[in-house]
């Protein structure tokens, strides 16, 4: 017959507790004023175990990342942005060519929240083996408003690439991003007048 272990069940309660409370920490993390968009921005959705119980630590850490990371570019736009990357990271946009290095990073995103708000929502992650390295995808979107003032929205995929630091800290390593296909019969459609 298998002796229960408490101090176990008590061990696994007090750190399900921490990510239920982690969870709701990030989902409640709103900050005033952070978008002058006049409401067009929008937060991502945060994730919890409570919805998604199968989720493994390394998955959960990832998703955490993601959302800290969606939340830190929310408030500081482009330099928050490129803050999160590694030294040699890289990003790969739609239709660009590749931007390698965090200063070179830093040096093309330099948007400020208040024009431009980008956010997104992680769908997946998977952590390598290792537990050293794991990427996330998920969905994103810009808003900003053009010459005119009326609001433009550009939405696409998204996948970022985490690896650990030799300090414990995490950075992206690269982040890569499509713009989403027109919808269907939009691409041979001619203008209407």
């Known amino acids: ?28 993390q709103v900050s005033p004023g952070a978008s002058s968009l006049d409401g067009l921005s929008q937060r991502p959705a945060a994730v919890s175990p409570l919805t998604q119980p199968t989720l493994s630590p390394g998955v959960i850490l990832l998703m955490e990342l993601e959302g800290k990371f969606a939340q830190a570019v929310a408030e500081g736009g482009g330099k928050a942005f490129a803050s999160w990357f590694a030294d040699d990271g890289v990003t790969l946009n739609n239709g660009q060519p590749a931007v390698t290095g965090r200063a070179a990073i ?51 995929r998204y996948m970022t690439v985490w690896k650990k630091m030799a300090d414990g800290s995490w950075k992206v390593a690269l982040d890569a991003s499509a713009n989403e296909p027109p919808a269907a019969g939009e691409c041979c459609v001619l203008p209407k007048p």
């Not at 229960?4 to 409640?28: H, K, P, Q, W």
């Not at 040096?107 to 537990?131: C, H, I, R, V």
Request: charged share 20%; aromatic share 12%; hydrophobic share 35%.
């Open 106 to 156: 830093a040096a093309q995103a330099g948007w400020d929240p208040k024009e431009y708000q980008l956010t997104w929502t992680p769908q997946g992650a998977q952590m390598g083996p290792s537990n050293d390295m794991g990427f996330t995808w998920g969905r994103y979107e810009g808003r900003s408003k053009d010459k005119n003032g009326q609001p433009v929205v550009i939405s696409g």
């Open 1 to 28: 017959m298998l002796k229960r272990n408490e101090s176990g069940y008590f061990c696994v309660t007090l750190v399900f507790l921490g990510l239920m409370l982690s969870a709701c920490r990030i989902e409640a």
